[in-house]
C-alpha cells in the first residue's frame, strides 16, 4: 500500500498532476504534497491555477481514466472544449472515475455556466482528486 502522506518527488508529482508546473514545484517542498494539495491550490495565483489545468490532458483526449470513444460524443467534446476555454482561457478538468465521454457531457454544459473563479476552484479540486485516485493501489 502507497504512503499517501509522505514527501512525493517532483518526477512523482509530474505523473500525478499531468505536468510539471509551478503547483507541482509548490507541492514537491510539501511533506505531506497530496494532504496538503488542496491548500497549496487555494494560494495560488489565477495565473498558477490556469496553469495547472492546462497540464492536464482534455476531456476527449487520450488518458487512463476517460473511454468511450463515439464519434459523436467526441466531436461534441472538442466543441465543448473549445467554448469553455475561450470563455474561460484555461482548460475543463473533471474527475472522471470510470465514467464514460458521453457522461461527461452534461457536466461540462452545467460548468459552462459558471464563473470563472469557481472553474478554477472546481478544475483544481478536480485535478487533487485525480491525483490522489492515480496515487491510489489499484
Known amino acids: 500500500m502507497r504512503d499517501v502522506s509522505r514527501q512525493l518527488t517532483v518526477d512523482e508529482l509530474v505523473e500525478l498532476f499531468?505536468?510539471?508546473?509551478?503547483?507541482?514545484?509548490?507541492l514537491a517542498r510539501e511533506e505531506d504534497p497530496l494532504g496538503q494539495a488542496r491548500d497549496v491550490a487555494h494560494g495560488l495565483t489565477d495565473d498558477e491555477k490556469?496553469?495547472?489545468l492546462a497540464a492536464h490532458?482534455?476531456?476527449g483526449e487520450r488518458s487512463p481514466e476517460q473511454h468511450g470513444d463515439d464519434p459523436a460524443v467526441l466531436a461534441e467534446l472538442a466543441e465543448l472544449n473549445r467554448e469553455y476555454?475561450?470563455?474561460?482561457?484555461?482548460?475543463?478538468?473533471?474527475?472522471?472515475?470510470?465514467r464514460s465521454r458521453a457522461e461527461i457531457v452534461p457536466e461540462l454544459?452545467?460548468?459552462?455556466?459558471?464563473?470563472?473563479?469557481?472553474?478554477?476552484?472546481?478544475?483544481?479540486e478536480a485535478l487533487v482528486s485525480i491525483a490522489e485516485d492515480r496515487w491510489r493501489p489499484s
Open 85 to 98: 476555454e475561450e470563455r474561460f482561457s484555461f482548460r475543463f478538468v473533471v474527475f472522471v472515475h470510470g
Open 57 to 59: 490532458p482534455r476531456i
Open 109 to 124: 454544459r452545467e460548468r459552462l455556466q459558471n464563473t470563472r473563479a469557481q472553474e478554477l476552484d472546481n478544475g483544481l
Open 50 to 52: 490556469a496553469e495547472a
Open 18 to 26: 499531468s505536468g510539471r508546473t509551478r503547483f507541482v514545484e509548490k
